[in-house]
């Protein structure tokens, strides 16, 4: 009964981690399929978990101000800033779909902990 159990667990633990990767992987492929870019700021720096970090932006379009949320490990910009907060990059954002988003952190993309990142 214990082994039942544990291999119940196992399957919808497993099971779980497939479907959060597929559904991320249509959000990117959506994401690419009708690509926008506008500029973002990054407003906060947060600590997660362990050795997670998010990187949470802003920005704009149609009037409308969007926001976002990158999940990195602990970085600092050239100027010592932590998760460069203020400093403005590249957001490529869906047509249509504003809310599906991805930053571009140029040479800080290394950081980021997504898998299946847009930008790498």
Known sequence: MKNLKL???LVLIVGIIVVSEIYRD???NALEQKLAFTECKIVDFTHGSRSDFYVEYEFSVNLKIYKGKELTTY???EDGVQGCVGATY???????NP???EIDLEIYNKYKKSANALFK
């Open 7 to 9: 291999v119940i667990v």
């Open 26 to 28: 249509k959000q990117v």
């Open 75 to 77: 970085f600092e910009c």
């Open 90 to 96: 590249k957001v490529g954002y869906q047509k249509g």
């Open 99 to 101: 809310s599906n988003n």
